[in-house]
């Protein structure tokens, strides 16, 4: 680790702030790339919805936040957790496909009135950020219901209609949780 600050200090010559930055992100990226290689792994049966899954999730959380473990095993337990509801239990719930359009509708409601809920390390957003996000939010959502309309049966459309359900729910969680006095944290 030293090596590497030491060759960005010589040869770029950044501050420790910015190197501090650059390791981080490095951090960051490689915790996130092993537990989704650990999930994964996991799911390797269902390799294809599981990478679906994913992708609806990356899209609803870079645009309204969730809830944060701030720890690598409470995340990768709670993301473990998340998929085996969405992926192996809840798609096996009953429910109209009349049911799923009203419950898609009051997710685009959900995500758009409380989202985004960053990180309590993150800097406050500022309105045309937020702004931003709900319209990306509501349109991507929008977008799902249709889908959801025109292919109800299909196994990875349903994935991603519990996947929104779930990160809706989680979405009320994190804003609640938010408001609590710190040491309910």
Excluded at 15 to 42: R, Y
Aim: a positive charge.
């Amino acid at each position: 680790m030293q090596i590497i600050k030491q060759s960005l200090l010589e040869k770029y010559h950044l501050n420790n702030f910015q190197i501090a930055q650059l390791l981080f992100l490095g951090k960051t990226i490689a915790s996130e790339i092993s537990k989704i290689i650990i999930i994964a792994i996991i799911f390797h049966q269902q390799l294809d919805i599981f990478l679906f899954a994913l992708v609806i999730l990356v899209m609803l959380r870079c645009s309204t936040g969730g809830i944060h473990f701030y720890t690598y095993i409470k995340c990768l337990a709670g993301s473990i957790l998340y998929f085996g509801l969405a992926l192996i239990l809840l798609p096996h719930i009953p429910m109209s496909h009349t049911l799923k359009i009203l419950f898609c509708l009051l997710c685009v409601l959900i995500c758009y009135v409380v989202g985004p809920v960053p990180s309590r390390y993150r800097p406050p957003y500022t309105n045309k950020f937020i702004k931003h996000c709900k319209i990306i939010i509501t349109t991507f959502l929008l977008l799902y219901t249709f889908i959801l309309h025109i292919i109800p049966k299909s196994q990875y459309v349903i994935v991603g209609f519990w996947i929104i359900i779930l990160h809706s729910l989680q979405l009320l969680t994190a804003k609640y949780i938010r408001k609590l006095p710190v040491y309910f944290k």
